[in-house]
């Protein structure tokens, strides 16, 4: 399987004054790559391509996954893998200890730009020590709120509605506000996925001209080293393999397109928990649709656009999300999409897809079905959707975030003028 796509990342404008970035990303994973260390691998690529200089803070496992992306850069390596069996509390835990230890090599910088990969505190506390510590600057991400204890997946927008806590997801959330709390008071600036997740940090005090909306980039170039392929599959879902992603919602849709369009067939790209993977797995059975769905496990690069290009509907099926930049990959693909109704997602993607009200599954599968049997609407949302992505191009999204780094580094030296 391949990870890199064969070509170069084109270089985004050369930087006049170069920085100096120090990237902890103790969270990095091969085979899992959630929305934020997927922006953090895309922006520094091109920002080492720009002629900054790029430092990687991470484990043995990160390494070879920046690696595989062609991450040209200097790696401080946190020896943690050995450390997994303990379980994630106590490795991240660990991770941290080492990440201060090795903040030795960071102080020697006289100007360095830290950027926290995640909102793990793993990635957070060992920047606010460095921070605390030394003139910096230091950019924390904070890019998928996590869920309220008191609410489930399924009634996440529900007012009202509230559920029993779940012991693991209360941990993650008091964790998430207080890192984002430090975020808030210590951090230069706050690169988010949404406008709409503008609002928390306003109301915690953080000037908006402190937070910057991602969303997420597409990259045309190695999309486009792919050829147009057969039309092997009907639908396609694309994503981590997670409840938040809405799979067991997927199953059950594909089974009712299944119902009206005999032998159609369902790719899903993507890796998950074990134990999650099982109940997807079992659902297929159960509704007898072992030879309707292909399960890829992960996949990326030029085989993961091969499969995307060879598909005919995008099926983005979060019932809990603020983006899910794996959509914009399908439509730049050329597939027309069908997404549930969620709020943050009529901002991020208001055009080239298809809704469906949040749960209706019929619903979801008549709009897929719609764009199978009609080819009219299937070619107007497809141009639409391909037109809609070609703003969503990592080399714009990265130039931007760096000119706001840029900007930060000038203020704090005290450069007038740019100069």
């Known amino acids: 399987m391949r990870l890199t796509n064969g070509c170069e990342t084109p270089a985004i404008k050369a930087q006049e004054r170069p920085l100096a970035f120090y990237i902890i990303a103790n969270t990095l994973t091969p085979g899992i790559m959630g929305g934020d260390l997927k922006i953090c691998i895309e922006f520094a690529r091109r920002w080492a391509k720009a002629g900054n200089n790029v430092t990687v803070i991470t484990s043995e496992d990160g390494v070879s996954v920046c690696l595989g992306y062609g991450l040209r850069a200097h790696y401080l390596t946190v020896p943690s893998v050995k450390f997994r069996r303990l379980g994630r509390p106590m490795l991240h835990l660990i991770q941290a200890v080492l990440t201060f230890i090795m903040a030795r090599e960071i102080a020697k910088e006289p100007s360095a730009v830290l950027y926290s990969a995640s909102n793990f505190w793993c990635d957070v506390f060992p920047a606010l020590w460095i921070k605390s510590k030394k003139l910096c600057t230091w950019i924390g991400t904070s890019f998928l709120p996590i869920l309220h204890p008191f609410k489930s997946l399924e009634s996440a927008y529900e007012k009202g509605v509230w559920s029993w806590p779940n012991p693991k997801v209360f941990a993650l959330f008091l964790f998430q506000r207080i890192s984002d709390l430090l975020l808030s008071r210590h951090a230069d600036a706050i690169f988010i996925t949404n406008d709409l997740d503008k609002s928390t940090f306003i109301k ?30 009907d639908g396609v ?81 979060s019932i809990y999300d603020n983006c899910g930049m794996a959509a914009a990959e399908g439509m730049a693909c050329g597939l027309p999409a069908v997404r549930f109704d969620i709020p943050a997602l009529r901002l991020a993607y208001p055009k080239g897809m298809l809704v469906a009200s949040l749960k209706d599954c019929q619903a979801f599968a008549d709009a897929v079905l719609a764009l199978l049997s009609n080819s009219k609407l299937c070619e107007e949302v497809r141009r639409v959707a391909v037109e809609a992505m070609r703003s969503w191009d990592w080399n714009d999204r990265a130039e931007r975030a760096l000119k706001v780094v840029q900007v930060i580094v000038d203020k704090q030296s005290g450069v007038v003028g740019g100069k």
């Open 237 to 317: 879902f694309l994503g981590r393999l997670h409840p938040q992603k809405g799979l067991l919602f997927l199953i059950d849709i594909w089974h009712r397109v299944c119902a009206r369009r005999t032998g159609a067939k369902l790719a899903i790209i993507g890796s998950g928990d074990k134990h999650h993977v099982m109940k997807i797995q079992a659902e297929i059975r159960r509704r007898g649709l072992g030879g309707n769905v292909k399960m890829f496990g992960f996949v990326d690069g030029y085989d993961k656009y091969k499969i995307l290009k060879s598909s005919r509907v995008f099926l983005h099926t």
């Open 204 to 233: 915690a005090g953080v000037s908006p001209k402190r937070l910057l909306a991602i969303y997420g980039g597409v990259d045309h170039e190695a999309i486009s080293t792919v050829p147009e392929d057969r039309k092997e599959f």
